[in-house]
């Protein structure tokens, strides 16, 4: 009887012994770790839109296929772009997507900050309507928390009156109204929602006589500046898939 009771008592010891290893073996190998990036709740596709029911663009693809083949996940977390830089700077979020070394230096120049070599070439710059492509400026509009860049002296001379939006939607709306004599946006993305709400492309012009900006996007990390360094790895293995993926954007 007492040989039998230690019997149970030991395989049933053993059983929980086996079942609190096999728990903690499928917790480190039987689940992907999550990483999440903060990203802007802007329309900037083919770059990227986070404004849908589901990411989309040629920064999200890039992000995803490196997340694949790295075995962790990733988890969009959308924000404002002021609430993103104030995230991201309180370090809530592990990534940001996209950022560029220029972007809001005064706010990150007390942080040590890992960036990753170019994700994408975009162009800023001001698009107006077609039968206003010879106008003066007078009035710029854009996004709030987006800065017009090569307009700050004039705006803040007088010259140029910056006028901010809180959407999209109101950003064109007021172009086609009349409220400003351009927009400053990202060029592609710009023209690409103009078609989506069904105005005819031809119904704005770049203008390509004004001040642009041509820039990079790229991912950026405080604490995990060895991934970033390994995007960079994936982007110089995969430059076939690379050039497949722009060209079906139809980015450069």
């Not at 990036?37 to 989309?56: I, L, M, S, T």
């Amino acid at each position: 009887m007492i040989v039998n009771s230690f019997c149970r008592l030991y395989f049933r010891s053993f059983s929980q012994l086996l079942l609190v290893m096999l728990t903690v073996f499928l917790s480190a190998h039987g689940q992907a770790k999550t990483y999440t990036v903060g990203v802007e709740a802007v329309n900037h596709f083919p770059h990227y839109d986070f404004n849908g029911e589901k990411p989309r663009g040629y920064l999200v693809e890039v992000i995803n296929k490196f997340a694949e083949s790295q075995n962790f996940d990733i988890d969009f977390k959308i924000m404002t772009v002021d609430d993103l830089w104030s995230a991201y700077i309180n370090e809530e979020v592990d990534f940001r997507l996209p950022d560029n070394l220029l972007w809001q230096r005064d706010i990150k120049k007390e942080l040590s900050i890992t960036y990753s070599a170019p994700i994408a070439y975009f162009t800023d710059g001001v698009v107006s309507l077609y039968e206003n492509k010879d106008k003066p400026l007078t009035k710029l509009g854009t996004i709030r928390g987006f800065t017009p860049w090569g307009y700050q002296g004039d705006i803040e001379s007088g010259e140029l009156e910056l006028v901010t939006e809180e959407s999209l939607k109101d950003l064109m709306a007021g172009l086609y109204s009349g409220r400003f004599d351009g927009v400053y946006y990202n060029v592609e993305a710009f023209t690409k929602l103009v078609q989506e709400a069904g105005h005819p492309a031809t119904s704005v012009a770049f203008r390509r006589n004004l001040v642009k900006t041509r820039s990079i996007y790229m991912l950026s990390s405080i604490h995990h500046g060895k991934l970033v360094k390994e995007l960079n790895q994936f982007l110089r293995t995969n430059k076939t898939w690379v050039r497949e993926r722009k060209a079906h954007y139809g980015l450069k």
